[in-house]
T-cell receptor
């Protein structure tokens, strides 16, 4: 059974810092990995999707990497801003239409 | 930009009552999902739906739950007799089912069972 773990559970950084959020999964036979952002009481916003054949994806100040063989992904946020404060969730699927398995998330606070 | 929409945003109900949560997936998507998130816990898969039938369901999705696509646009989740432990945020999601398999989520429906 796939398990997804995210470390740290919470992170507080001053504005402007670069930071890395970690995600690990127990079964490396994944089809894709998605990073989401969740604001308090709100829905899930897709940030980046990495397919199993890819090593990384970039969108603006965000860069996600995938090391499938070791069961790890990282989300790098450059030059953090207070507006980046949210919970970041990592999720994996074993095929294109199978359910996502989520981690518990990392709650990020960026202090101005 | 197309989006998944959910109604209601918040529903309060008494234990034992029936609840229907509604979703309008993105129009050209073929796969539909319901997930839930109990406060402070992980987002959990409930059920997936394709070609007018359930394609996969989790252990959580017992006989109290049902899904339906009553017309060409709506996708509903019904809870027949709500329990206190059904209190959660329920998310609808959809995907095209091809290419990357990216899921797009709605804003969620918060269900509070008293």
């Amino acid at each position: 059974k796939q398990e997804v773990t995210q470390i740290p559970a919470a992170l507080s950084v001053p504005e402007g810092e670069n930071l890395v959020l970690n995600c690990s999964f127990t079964d490396s036979a994944i089809y894709n990995l998605q990073w989401f952002r969740q604001d308090p009481g709100k829905g899930l916003t897709s940030l980046l999707l990495i397919q199993s054949s890819q090593r990384e994806q970039t969108s603006g100040r965000l860069n996600a990497s995938l090391d499938k063989s070791s069961g790890r992904s990282t989300l790098y946020i450059a030059a953090s801003q207070p507006g980046d404060s949210a919970t970041y969730l990592c999720a994996v699927s074993r095929s294109g239409n199978t359910p996502l398995v989520f981690g518990k998330g990392t709650r990020l606070s960026v202090i101005a | 930009e197309p989006e998944v929409t959910q109604t209601p945003s918040h529903q309060v109900t008494q234990m034992g009552q029936e609840v229907i949560l509604r979703c309008v997936p993105i129009s050209n998507h073929l796969y539909f999902y319901w997930y839930r998130q109990i406060l402070g816990q992980k987002v959990e898969f409930l059920v997936s739906f394709y070609n007018n039938e359930i394609s996969e369901k989790s252990e959580i999705f017992d006989d109290q739950f049902s899904v339906e696509r009553p017309d060409g646009s709506n996708f509903t989740l019904k809870i027949r007799s709500t329990k206190l432990e059904d209190s959660a945020m329920y998310f609808c999601a959809s995907s095209t089912g091809v290419d990357t398999g990216e899921l797009f989520f709605g804003e969620g429906s918060r269900l509070t069972v008293l």
